[in-house]
């Protein structure tokens, strides 16, 4: 629980620290503001998180420490050069996390589990988000090509940071798998857990008139 909450915690930073710098990118005011917006929303969700990590008994920044590394290594190989690049990875990248911790829910305590759902509310960010994306797109039909490959580097580069987590990290595997009197989902449930993820991710991606 620890883990999972630590983990979620410095993802709501990262994004927090993210979406104010790609909103240094934004073409209008009107955008910089929905982004800064966006951002201070980020930031409520750490806070909520951190709050529930120190009612735990557990030190936010101990229990965050071990995610920094991955998770800053995913963002530095994945910084946007464009503000539609940081746009498609804010919507397809949590998107993806987002899921993952929903999906993570099913085994948690209500109170947690709330926490958890509270904290990947989506904040208006989907609308706004394939609004502008569609719109760039029909003003020059050839950046769907582009964006669409960043689109699948992007989940590459997520699923190579979730593996290199789970490996380290054997909570996580306890917390899915299961293990003496800890129930978690079950290996087979695992599996099907990640075929709705990418399932999702596909939808996502259309959302945005992108293939995957």
Excluded: C
Aim: hydrophobic share 45%.
């Amino acid at each position: 629980m620890i883990d999972l909450l630590g983990t979620l915690a410095y993802g709501e930073l990262s994004a927090f620290v993210r979406l104010a710098s790609d909103a240094e990118l934004a073409p209008t005011l009107t955008a910089k503001a929905a982004l800064s917006r966006l951002a201070v929303v980020e930031f409520g969700h750490y806070e909520q998180l951190r709050d529930r990590l120190q009612e735990l008994g557990a030190d936010p920044e101990k229990a965050m420490a071990p995610f920094v590394e991955a998770l800053d290594g995913f963002h530095e190989r994945t910084a946007p050069s464009s503000w539609l690049e940081g746009l498609v990875k804010y919507f397809v990248g949590d998107g993806m996390a987002s899921d993952f911790y929903r999906e993570i829910g099913a085994v948690l305590d209500p109170q947690t589990r709330d926490l958890v759902l509270g904290a990947l509310a989506d904040a208006g960010q989907a609308e706004f988000v394939v609004a502008e994306v569609r719109r760039a797109i029909d003003r020059d039909p050839t950046q769907a090509g582009r964006l669409a490959l960043w689109g699948r580097r992007l989940v590459g580069e997520a699923l190579t940071q979730a593996q290199r987590v789970a490996a380290d990290r054997e909570a996580f595997s306890t917390l899915l798998v299961g293990s003496g009197a800890f129930p978690g989902t079950g290996l087979a449930e695992v599996v099907n857990m990640f075929g709705r993820i990418t399932e999702r991710h596909t939808q996502r991606m259309a959302e945005l008139g992108l293939s995957s």
